[in-house]
Nanobody, 117 residues
Framework: QVQLVESGGGLVQPGSSLTLSCTAS???????MEWFRQAPGKQRALVAR??????????DSVKGRFTITRDDSRRDESTVILQMNNLRPEDTALYFC?????????WGQGTQVTVSS
């Protein structure tokens, strides 16, 4: 069973930055890794994606403010980082890491990001 362990959420003021990290308990260099978020009363939505060959895509709402990177240097784990800059109150949500392999998909437990003055 693959585990995705997230960290880095918190309470920040508008305009601040946060870095979210997610480590998968298996080498995942063949697969895309993604960050989703879910705000209260809303559906879970894709925020950012990084493919196996490091191509990145972002939702329109975070484009230009968020970056996504990955580290596959270890054979037994992979890490994906979401760097969030110039945070806005509308970025407040529970953020989830997501990994889909050939046969299964996995979700992290979620890390809360709250942007408030």
């Amino acid at each position: 069973q693959v585990q995705l362990v997230e960290s880095g959420g918190g309470l920040v003021q508008p305009g601040s930055s946060l870095t979210l990290s997610c480590t998968a308990s298996m080498g995942s260099s063949l697969f895309a890794m993604e960050w989703f978020r879910q705000a209260p009363g809303k559906q879970r939505a894709l925020v950012a994606r990084i493919s196996a060959n490091y191509e990145t895509t972002f939702s329109d709402s975070v484009k230009g403010r968020f970056t996504i990177t990955r580290d596959d240097s270890r054979r037994d784990e992979s890490t994906v980082i979401l760097q969030m800059n110039n945070l806005r109150p509308e970025d407040t949500a529970l953020y989830f890491c997501h990994l889909k392999t050939f046969a299964h998909e996995y979700w992290g437990q979620g890390t809360q990001v709250t942007v408030s003055s």
